[in-house]
C-alpha cells in the first residue's frame, strides 16, 4: 500500500508523459496564502465537467483538461475558492483562508446549493473539528449540544447509550414529530426510541402519567461522529421545505467522509479517558433521634410505632459504633467508568474511483456499575466516475451497538436505584452478607445494591445503512446544462431490548416471580428521490436553476415484546416461565411528494427562489390527498453591486425567506382501536381509550426568516443576524375529551402555536498572525412560543398532575408554560391553580474558542449558557418524603419546622417548578501536532479534553438537563410515547456524567 | 431534440413513480370500532363482552384505595407517590384535586367499560347473526355492566353527581344529580333485568360468574346489584324484594357471588390490589382503628395481619397490612352473599322488622366467630350495629366511606393528624369542563 515516494513519482511521470501524448496536460501547486505552506486535499477542476482531481500532501496536483477548456477552480473547506486561467503548462495557485465561510457551498434542497454568501436562510453548519474535534462526546446526538443556534438540545439523562431531545426554532408540535429529521449521505436515518417495556416493573405509567418513562436512548445515537465530515441544520420550513412533511421540525444533514484521489491516507485515532458523575446530591445526617424519626413521631401513643423507634434508633446506634453508616448514593453512582475509543481510517483512490474506509470500536462504562454502552462500526464509501457523465456513489454503514442502561427514573413500585434510595438511609445495612445473600430494605421496596448487581436492561442493535446517488449530465453546452439525480437508501435495524428481573430480587420474590422481557423489533426505511436540474446561463450575469423531482418513503416498524414472569431459577428465555404476555405493535407509512424549484441568480448578488411541493401520506385521514406546500425566498448581497464603496465591508446581505411545511399525524392516530384484554381464559376486544379521528390531517406549519449578514474586515469579523416568526396551523392535539366518555385522549387538529425567536452570530478573527491564530464564535439565541388558537379547552399534559406542577396548553399562553397548584392564601381549604414557571429558557449563549500557537499547539473551548427556563422537580420530592434529602433537617427559613417536611408538606407546586439555568463548559480540548514527518508517518497529534466537565448552575438536583419521558418514544398500542414539551420533568434520574479523555493520532 | 425528449421520458417516470398510490394502510394491530359494530358475528359479540367484563377490572387499586383511604380503613405508603397520605387525608393545607390520578384514573376507567357496553348494545343490536333471544342476552348483560360502573363513580363523586347518558362521546349528556343519578342506575338494572327475562346467553364469561352465568344468573346478579342501589336510595321495600330475586341466602356461604378474576395468562391481568405482607416501600397497612376496635375473637382480623414490624410514612404508622387478598391472582369481589345479608338486616331494621334484622346481623356475627347480638334494639343501636358489620365484613371491599356517608356519619371516622381532613366526596374531573 505504502509507496515509496520515489516510486509515486516515477508513476506520476509516467501517467503525465503517458497523458501529455494524449493531451496537453496541466500541473501545479498550491498553497496557504499567508504561511506559504502547501495544501494538500485541495479539490481541482475543470468548470462544466466531471473531470478533476485532488492535491497530494505536497499540495502539487496534475490533470488533463479537455479540449477548449479556459479555467480551473480551486477549492477547498474553510477556502476561498479560486478560479485561475489555463495559461501554459503550469498553474500555481495561493489560497486565502474564507473567514466568514462565505464561499462554503450550502445545500438547500435535495437538489441543489448555494454559495454561503448568497443564501437567504441561517443554515448553521458545523464541521468535523466542531463536532467531535474539542471534547468528543459518548454519542452522537450529544455532540450537538450547544452547536445550533436556535436549537434547545437537552440530554434526557446521563446513561450510556444518549437519548437527546433537540428542539430547533422551539416547539414544533405538540404531539406529532418535534424532533428534526436526520438525513445521512441521503437516507433518511430512523431515530425512534423504542421502550425496553420496564414498566412492567416499575408501573411508571400507571398513576399519574400515562406516557412511557422507560428511558429508552435515541436511535440516532448509533451514529459514529469520527465519520462524519459536515453537517448542516435546516432550521425550518423555509430552508427545508423541499424535504416536505418529515422537515416540519427542521432537517440535520450529515454529510459522512469520502476518499480522495491520491495518496492513500491511513489514520488511527485512540481516545482513553474515564468518565464520572457530574454531581452528587449528598445524604442527610442522621442522628439516633432522627432516625428513630423515621418509624413515627416521639410523642406517638401507638406502641408499635415506639418499638418501630426504638428499632430504628437501635439501628442506628448499632451501625454508628460499628462505623458502617454508609453513603449509597455514592456507591450506586459514583463509579468511574473507563473510556476507550479507536477509530481506523483508510481513505484514498484513483482519479476515477475514490474510497473511505473506517472501522470504531467506541466502549464506555457507565457512572453505575453495570452499564455502559459499546459501538462497533464499518464504514466503507465508494464514489466512482463510469464517464465525464455519469458517477454513482455508494455509502455503507454496518453498526452494532449495545447499551446496558440500568434502572433509573420514575417508578411506582420503589424498584428504581432513584426512587429506592430516596427512602433508604445510610445506617440500614444492604451490602450482600459472607454467604452472598443481600439483606432486605426496610425502608423501601428494593434494595438498590441488589437490583443494581442482578439486574439487566440492555438495547442491542444492529444496523445497516446504506445509500446510493446516481448523477448524470444528461447534456451540457455553454449556456446550460441538464443533469437527473437519482439517490436511493435503506435503514434498517433490528432493535434487541432485554430487562431481566430475578426472582431472587426483593421486589420480585413476593410478587411475579422473577421477570424477563424479551423485545425485538424490526424498522425498515427506505427512501427514494430523483430529480431533474436544470442550469441556465443566458450570461456571465444571470443564472437560471430549474428542479423538479419526486420523493417517495415507507417505514414499516415491528415491534414484539413478550414480558415472562415466574421464571425458572435464572433463566431468561421467555419460555423458562410460568407466565408469559406476548405484544406486538406494527407501523407502516407511505409518503410520496412532487416538487419543483426555480432559482434565479443575478450578478452573483440577487438570488431569488421559489418552489412549490405536493405531499401526501398514508398517516392521513385522506391518504389520497395532496397537501401544498409553497416556498419562496430572495437574498440581496449589496456588496456584490457595483455602487457598493465600502472596501472594508466584504458582504452585507439582505435576506428574507418564507417557506410552507406540514407534519404528518402520528400513525394510528385515525383508528380508534379495540385492545385485547383478556379475562378466565377468553379472549376479549375492549375498546381503547384513544379515540382516533378519520378526518385528521397534517399540521401546517409556515415560517417567514429575514436577517442580515454582514463581512468585514476581510472576513475577519461577521455578523448574521435572524428573525424568524414560525407558525403552526391546526395543531394536531390529543384533546382529553370529558372522561365520561369513556376515552382519554383524542385526536384533534384544534389549534395554532406561533414560534419568534432571534439569533444572533457573531464570529471573529482577533489575531492572526504566522504565530498566532485566534477565533472565536459568539452565539444568541431566543425563541418565545404562544399558542394563539385554541378550539378545544385548555389542558394539562406532560407532568404528573396540578399538585406536581404540569404544563399547560391555554389560549394566549406560551406553550411551554408550567402551572400548578397552590394553596390559596385567603382560604387554606382551597387551591389556586397558577403559572409557576416556563421551560423555555430566557435565552442561550454559546462561545467558541480556538487558540492556536506555531501551528503545532491548538486549544478549544465551547461555553453554552442556558439563561432561565424552568424543571419540574420531583427528586426532592422523594427524597424529603423518605426523609433523605442532604438538608432535610435544616431549617433555612427559620420558622422552626424543618426543611424536609416543610417542602412535602407545603401542597404547593410551586416548590417543584426550579429554575434550571446554567453555564457549562461543555467542550474544553488541547492538541498537539508533534512536528515529525518520517517517510511513513505523516503525522501525530496528542491531546487532552474534557466534555461537561465544568458546569456552574443553581439547580439543585443531579443536573438540569433531564427529561423522565424522553424526546421521540414512540407510541404503541398500549403505551403512550413522548410529547414535544415535556422535557426537563425529572424524577430519580440516571445522573449526569463527565469526562475527561486522552486522545493520540497518527497518519500514515 | 433528442435530450428534450429524454427530459419529457425522466420527468414522466419520476411523476408516475410518485404517482402510485398503492392504497390505504390499515390498523395493522387491532381490531376497530367501527367496524366492528356494523354487523358483529357472534365471536365478535362475545369478544366485546369478555372485554367489558376484563375492563372492569382496570385502576381498581386506585378506586379501593381512594375509597378506603378517605373511609379511614387503610393507610397507602408509596415512596412514590405522596398524595396517598397528603391530600387523600387532607393532611396539611392540601386538599383533594380536580386533576390527579386517584379521581381521574378510576373515573375514566369506568366511563371506559360504560363505553364498551354502550359499543356493545349497539354491536348487539345491528347484529344479523343472532336471534332475538340470543340478542336480549347480550343486551341485558351490557345494562348491568352499565349500571354497576355508574353507581361506581358515583360513589366516588356523590353530591357532584355524574353523566348517566353518554352514549353520543361527541355530546355527552348532562350532570345529573345524586338523586337522579341513582334512579337512571336503578332504571338502567331495570331495564336489563327486562331483557335477561327472556333471554338466551351464548356468551362464556369467566369463572367469576361461575353459577351466573346463564340468564337465570345474571339476573340473580342484577337484583343483587338492584338491592344494593335500592338501600342506597332508602327504598327498603324494593331492596327486599330485589334481594329475593337475587342470590341472597341468608344462610349461605358469605362469599357465594360473581367476582373478578385474575391470571398470569396471555393479555390478563394480575390482582392490582394484592401487596404481599411484610413490604417495605409500596405497602397498603390497616388503619390502627381496625385492630383497635375489633371485638375479640373476631375472625376478621385475619384480613389486616400483623407485620414484622411497622411501617410509617408522614407520621402516620400502622402494624398490620391489608390481607384481603392474598395472592396476586385473588379474586376480587364485585357482589357477594355476607354484603346481600347485611343488606336484608339493613332494610328489615328500616321497615322495623327487628327480629328478622337481628337473626341477619347475628348469621353475619357468628359466621365470624362471634357471640349473638345482646346490644340494644332501637333502629338506631341498630344501625350502628349493622354498620360495624358492615364495615368488618367488606373490609377493604369499597363500603365503608359510602356507608357512614349515607348515615350522615363520616364525622365519626378518626382523623390522625391535626389537620386532616374526611372529605366528603371527590370533585368532578377537571376535564369533564363542569
Not at chain 1, 498553474?91 to 462554503?104: I, K, Q, T
Not at chain 1, 470504531?360 to 463510469?386: A, P, Q
Not at chain 1, 447534456?475 to 443533469?483: A, C, F, I
Not at chain 1, 456571465?540 to 436553476?545: G, N
Request: proline residues 4%; charged residues 20%.
Amino acid at each position: 500500500m505504502l509507496l515509496s515516494k520515489s516510486t509515486l513519482m516515477a508513476l506520476l511521470c509516467m501517467c503525465s508523459a503517458y497523458l501529455l501524448h494524449a493531451q496537453q496536460n496541466v500541473q501545479g501547486r498550491v498553497t496557504e496564502a499567508v504561511s506559504g505552506r502547501p495544501i494538500p486535499g485541495v479539490t481541482v477542476r475543470v468548470p462544466n465537467t466531471n473531470r478533476g482531481t485532488i492535491t497530494d500532501a505536497d499540495g502539487r496536483y496534475a490533470l488533463t483538461p479537455p479540449e477548449g477548456a479556459r479555467q480551473l477552480t480551486f477549492s477547498f473547506t474553510g477556502y476561498k475558492t479560486r478560479t485561475a486561467d489555463l495559461s501554459g503548462n503550469v498553474v500555481n495557485v495561493a489560497l486565502e483562508e474564507d473567514f466568514a465561510r462565505l464561499d462554503e457551498v450550502v445545500v438547500t434542497g435535495l437538489a441543489t446549493s448555494v454559495k454561503r454568501s448568497n443564501l437567504a436562510n441561517a443554515v448553521a453548519t458545523l464541521s468535523a473539528r466542531e463536532l467531535a474535534g474539542t471534547a468528543p462526546a459518548q454519542t452522537f446526538d450529544a455532540a450537538l449540544s450547544g452547536k445550533i443556534p436556535g436549537a434547545l438540545v437537552s440530554a434526557n439523562s446521563g446513561a450510556p447509550g444518549g437519548g437527546i431531545s433537540v428542539k430547533i426554532r422551539g416547539i414544533t408540535s405538540v404531539f406529532s414529530n418535534s424532533q428534526p429529521l436526520y438525513v445521512v449521505d441521503g437516507v433518511f436515518m430512523n431515530n425512534a426510541s423504542v421502550p425496553a417495556g420496564l414498566n412492567d416493573v416499575t408501573a411508571a405509567a400507571t398513576a399519574g402519567n400515562p406516557n412511557n418513562q422507560d428511558n429508552p436512548s435515541s436511535r440516532i445515537a448509533d451514529l459514529n461522529p469520527a465519520d462524519i465530515e459536515s453537517i448542516e441544520i435546516l432550521k425550518g420550513a423555509s430552508a427545508a421545505a423541499l424535504y416536505g412533511s418529515k422537515a416540519a421540525a427542521g432537517v440535520v444533514l450529515i454529510t459522512t467522509k469520502r476518499g480522495r484521489s491520491g495518496r492513500t491516507n491511513i489514520s488511527i485515532n485512540q481516545e482513553t479517558g474515564f468518565v464520572k458523575v457530574r454531581k452528587l446530591l449528598g445524604q442527610r445526617v442522621f442522628t439516633a433521634e432522627t432516625a428513630a424519626d423515621l418509624a413515627g413521631p416521639a410523642d406517638s401513643p401507638d406502641p408499635d410505632v415506639q418499638a418501630a423507634r426504638n428499632a430504628n434508633r437501635q439501628e442506628f446506634l448499632d451501625a454508628q459504633s460499628a462505623g458502617r453508616i454508609y453513603d449509597y448514593e455514592k456507591e450506586i453512582y459514583g463509579n468511574t467508568g473507563l473510556l476507550l475509543s479507536t477509530n481506523l481510517s483508510v481513505s484514498g483512490g484513483s482519479e476515477k474511483t475514490t474510497f473511505y474506509f473506517a472501522a470504531n470500536r467506541r466502549s464506555e462504562d457507565g457512572i453505575i456499575k453495570g452499564t455502559g454502552y459499546l459501538n462497533s462500526s464499518l464504514r466503507l464509501n465508494v464514489d466512482h466516475r463510469i464517464n465525464d457523465r455519469i458517477s454513482v456513489g455508494v455509502t455503507t454503514n454496518y453498526i452494532n451497538s449495545s447499551a446496558d442502561r440500568g434502572l433509573t427514573n420514575n417508578d411506582n413500585n420503589g424498584v428504581t436505584y432513584g426512587v429506592a434510595l430516596s427512602s433508604t438511609p445510610g445506617f440500614t445495612e444492604l451490602h450482600k452478607d459472607n454467604l452472598g445473600n443481600y439483606p432486605r430494605n426496610r425502608f423501601a421496596a428494593s434494595n438498590p445494591l441488589e437490583t443494581r448487581d442482578k439486574m439487566v436492561n440492555n438495547e442491542t442493535t444492529n444496523r445497516f445503512i446504506t445509500g446510493v446517488r446516481l448523477d448524470a449530465r444528461l447534456h451540457e453546452n455553454d449556456k446550460t446544462n441538464t443533469r437527473l439525480v437519482a439517490n436511493g437508501g435503506v435503514d434498517f435495524y433490528n432493535l434487541k431490548t432485554s430487562a431481566v428481573f430475578p426472582r431472587s430480587l426483593q421486589f420480585m420474590e413476593n410478587t411475579v416471580g422473577g421477570a424477563s422481557i424479551q423485545g425485538n423489533t424490526n424498522n425498515i426505511n427506505t427512501n427514494l428521490y430523483g430529480y431533474l436540474v436544470n442550469t441556465f446561463t443566458p450570461n456571465s450575469s444571470l443564472t437560471f436553476v430549474t428542479t423538479v423531482g419526486a420523493t417517495l418513503e415507507t417505514g414499516n416498524f415491528d415491534n414484539i415484546l413478550v414480558s415472562a414472569t415466574q421464571l425458572i431459577g435464572t433463566q431468561t428465555n421467555v419460555d423458562q416461565a410460568g407466565a408469559a404476555n406476548p405484544r406486538q405493535f406494527r407501523q407502516k407509512y407511505r409518503d410520496n411528494g412532487i416538487f419543483a424549484q426555480e432559482e434565479v441568480t443575478i450578478l452573483d448578488a440577487v438570488t431569488a427562489t421559489a418552489g412549490i411541493r405536493f405531499d401526501r401520506s398514508t398517516n392521513n385521514g385522506d391518504y389520497k390527498k395532496y397537501y401544498v406546500y409553497p416556498k419562496a425566498s430572495l437574498s440581496w448581497n449589496l456588496a456584490k453591486m457595483d455602487f457598493w464603496s465600502f472596501s472594508s465591508i466584504n458582504s452585507f446581505k439582505l435576506r428574507a425567506a418564507y417557506g410552507q411545511s406540514g407534519n404528518v399525524p402520528p400513525y394510528g392516530s385515525k383508528f380508534t382501536a379495540l385492545i385485547i384484554s383478556n379475562t378466565g381464559g377468553l379472549p376479549g376486544s375492549f375498546v381503547d381509550n384513544q379515540l382516533g379521528n378519520t378526518g385528521i390531517k397534517p399540521e401546517k406549519q409556515t415560517e417567514l426568516e429575514t436577517g442580515l449578514d454582514i463581512s468585514i474586515l476581510d472576513g475577519r469579523v461577521n455578523l448574521e443576524a435572524t428573525y424568524y416568526n414560525k407558525k403552526i396551523f391546526d395543531l394536531l392535539l390529543r384533546r382529553l375529551p370529558p372522561g365520561s366518555t369513556g376515552f382519554n385522549a383524542e385526536w384533534v387538529n384544534a389549534g395554532d402555536l406561533r414560534n419568534q425567536g432571534i439569533e444572533l452570530g457573531l464570529s471573529l478573527l482577533p489575531v492572526n498572525t504566522k504565530h498566532v491564530r485566534w477565533s472565536s464564535n459568539i452565539n444568541w439565541w431566543r425563541n418565545r412560543s404562544r399558542v394563539t388558537r385554541l378550539t378545544i379547552p385548555a389542558f394539562s399534559l406532560g407532568a404528573f398532575g396540578n399538585s406536581l406542577g404540569t404544563f399547560y396548553i391555554e389560549q394566549g399562553q406560551p406553550a411551554t408554560q408550567i402551572k400548578g397548584s397552590i394553596p390559596d392564601p385567603n382560604d387554606a381549604s382551597k387551591n389556586l391553580f397558577v403559572t409557576l414557571g416556563n421551560s423555555e429558557p430566557d435565552f442561550q449563549m454559546s462561545f467558541f474558542n480556538e487558540l492556536q500557537l506555531w501551528s503545532n499547539l491548538s486549544l478549544r473551548f465551547l461555553v453554552h449558557w442556558k439563561k432561565g427556563g424552568d424543571n419540574i422537580n420531583l427528586t426532592q420530592l422523594l427524597t424529603d418524603l423518605g426523609g433523605t434529602s442532604p438538608d432535610w433537617d435544616d431549617d433555612k427559613n427559620g420558622n422552626g419546622v424543618k426543611d424536609g417536611p416543610e417542602r412535602a408538606n407545603a401542597g404547593s407546586a410551586a416548590i417543584f417548578v426550579q429554575d434550571a439555568s446554567y453555564v457549562r463548559i461543555r467542550e474544553i480540548g488541547l492538541y498537539y501536532n508533534i512536528p515529525l514527518q518520517t517517510r511513513f508517518l505523516r503525522a501525530v497529534r496528542v491531546g487532552v479534553s474534557a466534555n461537561n466537565w465544568f458546569t456552574f448552575t443553581d439547580y439543585i438536583s443531579y443536573d438540569p438537563e433531564v427529561s423522565n419521558f424522553g424526546s421521540n418514544t414512540i407510541n404503541t398500542a398500549i403505551s403512550r410515547g413522548s410529547n414535544g414539551i415535556s422535557t426537563g420533568v425529572e424524577v430519580t434520574p440516571f445522573p449526569a456524567s463527565r469526562r475527561m479523555s486522552l486522545h493520540v493520532g497518527i497518519d500514515f | 431534440m433528442k435530450t428534450r425528449i429524454i427530459h419529457i421520458l425522466a420527468l414522466a417516470g419520476l411523476l408516475g413513480a410518485a404517482a402510485c398510490q398503492k392504497g390505504e394502510i390499515p390498523n395493522l394491530n387491532t381490531p376497530q370500532v367501527d367496524a366492528i359494530t356494523r354487523n358483529p358475528t357472534k365471536e365478535e359479540l362475545n369478544n366485546l363482552v369478555t372485554g367489558a367484563e376484563s375492563g372492569m377490572r382496570f385502576t381498581l387499586n386506585t378506586y379501593y384505595d381512594a375509597i378506603s383511604i378517605i373511609g379511614r380503613e387503610i393507610y397507602r405508603f408509596s415512596s412514590a407517590e405522596p398524595r396517598f397520605t397528603s391530600e387523600l387525608l387532607g393532611g396539611g393545607a392540601s386538599t383533594l384535586d380536580n386533576n390527579t390520578f386517584y379521581i381521574t384514573n378510576p373515573w375514566a376507567a369506568r366511563y371506559r367499560v360504560v363505553r364498551q357496553t354502550n359499543i356493545l348494545l349497539e354491536a348487539a343490536t345491528n347484529s344479523s347473526f343472532i336471534t332475538d333471544a340470543q340478542r336480549k342476552g347480550f343486551l341485558g348483560f351490557a345494562k348491568t355492566i352499565k349500571a354497576y360502573q355508574l353507581l361506581l363513580n358515583l360513589n366516588m363523586t356523590d353530591m357532584n353527581g355524574i353523566r348517566v347518558n353518554v352514549a353520543d362521546f361527541q355530546n355527552p349528556g348532562p350532570f345529573e344529580d345524586k338523586a337522579a343519578a341513582l334512579d337512571s342506575i336503578a332504571r338502567i338494572l331495570d331495564e336489563g333485568k327486562a331483557d335477561l327475562g327472556g333471554a338466551e346467553v351464548i356468551f362464556s364469561l369467566s369463572d367469576g360468574f361461575a353459577g351466573f352465568k346463564d340468564a337465570a344468573g345474571l339476573l340473580k346478579f342484577n337484583r343483587a346489584l338492584a338491592a344494593r342501589v335500592a338501600v342506597y336510595r332508602q327504598q327498603w321495600a324494593q331492596a327486599l324484594t330485589a334481594l329475593n330475586e337475587s342470590f341472597f341466602d341468608l344462610n349461605g356461604n358469605f362469599s357465594t357471588g360473581i367476582y373478578h378474576r385474575f391470571s398470569t395468562g396471555s393479555g390478563d391481568l394480575l390482582n392490582p390490589c394484592f401487596i404481599a405482607q411484610n413490604q417495605s416501600g409500596e405497602v397498603r397497612v390497616a388503619h390502627p382503628s381496625y385492630a383497635a376496635d375489633i371485638t375479640p375473637g373476631d375472625d376478621r382480623i385475619g384480613k389486616a395481619t400483623l407485620r414484622s414490624s411497622s411501617a410509617s410514612q408522614s407520621g402516620l404508622s400502622s402494624n398490620r397490612d391489608v390481607w384481603v387478598y392474598t395472592s396476586n391472582t385473588a379474586a376480587i369481589p364485585i357482589i357477594r352473599n355476607e354484603e346481600l345479608i347485611l343488606i336484608y338486616a339493613e332494610a328489615k331494621i328500616q321497615t322495623g322488622a327487628i327480629p328478622d334484622a337481628v337473626v341477619a346481623l347475628n348469621r353475619i356475627r357468628t359466621g365470624h366467630n362471634l357471640s349473638v347480638y345482646a346490644g340494644g334494639i332501637s333502629p338506631a343501636a341498630l344501625i350502628n350495629e349493622m354498620l360495624r358489620q358492615r364495615r368488618y365484613s367488606l373490609f377493604y371491599e369499597g363500603h365503608r366511606w359510602v356507608d357512614l356517608r349515607r348515615y350522615n356519619m363520616l364525622n365519626t371516622l378518626p382523623v390522625d393528624r391535626a389537620e386532616d381532613d374526611v372529605w366528603d366526596r371527590f370533585p368532578i374531573p377537571q376535564n369533564e369542563n363542569v
